[in-house]
């Protein structure tokens, strides 16, 4: 399973990527608010930053609801880098922009998924990437981690190349359960992924071979 960073903050990109596990980012408009990126040629400006430091995919999300307008920022989106993925939402008016830029060799992430048929028509349209948000739909008492398992079963009953890029991610149980369910990309909040390292067996088990260790250094035994 792929891990995506889910934050445009660049000082986590970068302590991800020196982690060593870093496949790729995700932003959206709010996490691009939360780093006060304001204004297009900044927003554009600090796109092109994150490629700099991500060796893999960086989904940005247009901000427009036409075709016309999708279209037009897809096309300025994927000029800034050539590992910019375009992020569309799943609107009707989106999976025809999703069908056009894909036709034109474009990659998409269809985003705000919260449902198997919301995926099937993504990938249908030729999404290279649909985004369901596990954490949203826990947070309405729906079990988001089923919506994965449906789609994976979907995509794999007819082979389509879509990956499920599993977002909205909270906790590290998340990402193991994304893993356990075929999830092909887990996009997290770096804390999830720091979380991951955490037992305290281990931290147990380090500090007494460490006091071990030490204890024979001074005795001799
Ligand atoms: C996905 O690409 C979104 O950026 C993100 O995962 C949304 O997560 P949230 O529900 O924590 O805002």
Do not use: W
């Amino acid at each position: 399973m792929k891990f995506f960073i889910d934050t445009a903050n660049l000082a986590q990109i970068k302590e991800a990527q020196d982690l060593g596990v870093l496949d790729g980012v995700t932003t959206n408009p709010s996490l691009m608010a939360k780093e006060g990126v304001v204004g297009k040629e900044n927003i554009y400006e600090h796109y092109r930053k994150i490629c700099e430091i991500t060796t893999g995919d960086v989904s940005a999300e247009v901000i427009s609801t036409d075709f016309d307008g999708m279209i037009k920022e897809a096309d300025a989106l994927v000029k800034i880098h050539p590992r910019i993925v375009v992020k569309i939402p799943m609107i009707k008016d989106g999976v025809k922009a999703i069908k056009h830029l894909h036709d034109k060799g474009i990659k998409v992430n269809c985003t705000l998924i919260f449902s198997a048929g919301q995926a099937l028509l993504a990938a249908k349209a030729g999404a290279a990437y649909v985004s369901p948000f596990i954490g949203r739909l826990d947070d309405i008492s729906t079990d988001g981690m089923e919506l994965i398992e449906q789609i994976r079963l979907i995509f794999d009953n007819y082979n389509f190349q879509c990956e499920i890029l599993a977002a909205s991610i909270r906790h590290p149980v998340h990402i193991v359960k994304c893993a356990e369910y075929g999830a092909d990309v887990a996009t997290c909040p770096l804390s999830s992924i720091l979380a991951l390292l955490k037992h305290p067996l281990t931290d147990i088990g380090l500090e007494k071979f460490l006091a071990d260790y030490n204890a024979s250094q001074k005795t001799g035994k």
